[in-house]
Structure formats: C-alpha cells, structure tokens
T-cell receptor, first 112, second 114 residues
Framework: DQQVKQNSPSLSVQEGRISILNCDYT??????FLWYKKYPAEGPTFLIS???IKDKNEDGRFTVFLNKSAKHLSLHIVPSQPGDSAVYFC???????????WGAGTKLIIKP | GAGVSQSPSNKVTEKGKDVELRCDPI?????LYWYRQRLGQGLEFLIY????????KSGLPSDRFSAERTGESVSTLTIQRTQQEDSAVYLC????????????FGPGTRLLVL
C-alpha cells in the first residue's frame, strides 16, 4: 500500500532546462509535504516543503506546486545545474507531524 | 561533530547473527528517528524517540528489531537473528524538535545479510 508514489524512477534533463519531478499521494489526511535530495553514500537533505493550505512555495531555483484535488505535487528546478544530479524523494506527513511517509525516489541526471 | 554520524558505515553478516547499529545525533537534538531503505524503495519509518517520552515503535517490522536511546544522546538499533530480507541501508536522523521539516540525516549503515 504505497501512500506516496513517485512513478518515474529516473529523469534526464539538459543543463539549463527545467526539471520537473512528480509525486502522487493517496491519503487526504496528509497536510505537509517535503522534498529531500540525496547524493550517493550520503543521507537525504531537506530541500523544500509546502503546507496543504498553500498551492505553491518557491525558494530560489526550486518551486513546489501542490494540487490537492488531484493529490499531486511537483518540484520544478529552473535552471537545472549539474550539481542537481541526485535522487529526489517526496515525503508527506499527517497530523502526528513526525512520521514521514516516503516515495521511492526519482533519480535526476543533468546532462552537460 | 557537525552532523549525524552512524557506525559502521558497512556491515556484512551471516544469516542468524545479531547486529548492532549506532547513531550519534546532533548535540542538542531531542528527536531521533530510525529508517530503513531497501533497494529501489523509499524510506521506511522504524522508530522515533523524543526526549524522555516513550518511543514510537510502531514501524519496527518484527520483534527481532529493537532500539535504545539514552537520554538525548546515542541510539543503537539491534537486529537479532538477521535474515536476508533485513539487507538494506539503515538511516538515522535527528531534529531539534518533533517538526518533520528539520530532520538531519546521517550517511546510513549498509547492511548485507548473507
């Protein structure tokens, strides 16, 4: 029972272009969503988050969009840079606040 | 230390043996989490410690798994009678409070059960 799904295992994007990573969820009780970035042999690092009361949050090159009716969120990276090559995880939390439910991750490859 | 540290970084063991994994959280962080990541999958919550409160053990997959934490310091995750399906990366994270956003992860321990 996957409550958070990232259907694309990998994504390849040209440097300078926009990267769009997608995430779908099934539990309407989720009220907070996060994106983490993970390099090989390192733990995930927090990237950006969004509360369910918003539909957009922007931080520099990174923007997260939330569509509650579709239970879908996306991470946009503009412009994409070689250092953005990593695995990106989508995670969601409910009322307990501390228990995160994670997607399987999308490996982003930025081509020079 | 600046971040969360875990040891060992890699562990190879034989089926049936016990293993102990260690996590040193960031000093001052009251919350500590253990996760498991199997190959090609997302992180799976195992256990959560918050200060001196009773831990949330709801994610532990079986009674072969246990974890301890002394106060707000080091935590150990113990897996008894390891099975091949226990092979995974075990990640530890800490945070200043219960807010999920500020979880800081260690590099993980890669466990391989032969």
């Amino acid at each position: 029972d996957q409550q958070v799904k990232q259907n694309s295992p990998s994504l390849s994007v040209q440097e300078g272009r926009i990267s769009i990573l997608n995430c779908d969820y099934t539990n309407s009780m989720f009220d907070y969503f996060l994106w983490y970035k993970k390099y090989p042999a390192e733990g995930p690092t927090f990237l950006i988050s969004i509360s369910s009361i918003k539909d957009k949050n922007e931080d520099g090159r990174f923007t997260v969009f939330l569509n509650k009716s579709a239970k879908h969120l996306s991470l946009h990276i503009v412009p994409s840079q070689p250092g953005d090559s990593a695995v990106y995880f989508c995670a969601a939390s409910g009322k307990s606040n501390y228990q995160l439910i994670w997607g399987a991750g999308t490996k982003l490859i930025i081509k020079p | 230390g600046a971040g969360v540290s875990q040891s060992p970084s890699n562990k190879v063991t034989e089926k049936g043996k016990d293993v102990e994994l260690r996590c040193d959280p960031i000093s001052g962080h009251t919350a500590l989490y253990w996760y498991r990541q199997r190959l090609g999958q997302g992180l799976e919550f195992l256990i959560y410690f918050q200060g001196n409160s009773a831990p949330d053990k709801s994610g532990l997959p079986s009674d072969r798994f246990s974890a301890e934490r002394t106060g707000e310091s080091v935590s150990t995750l113990t897996i008894q009678r390891t099975q091949q399906e226990d092979s995974a990366v075990y990640l530890c994270a800490s945070s200043p409070a219960y807010t999920s956003e500020t979880q800081y992860f260690g590099p993980g321990t890669r466990l391989l059960v032969l």
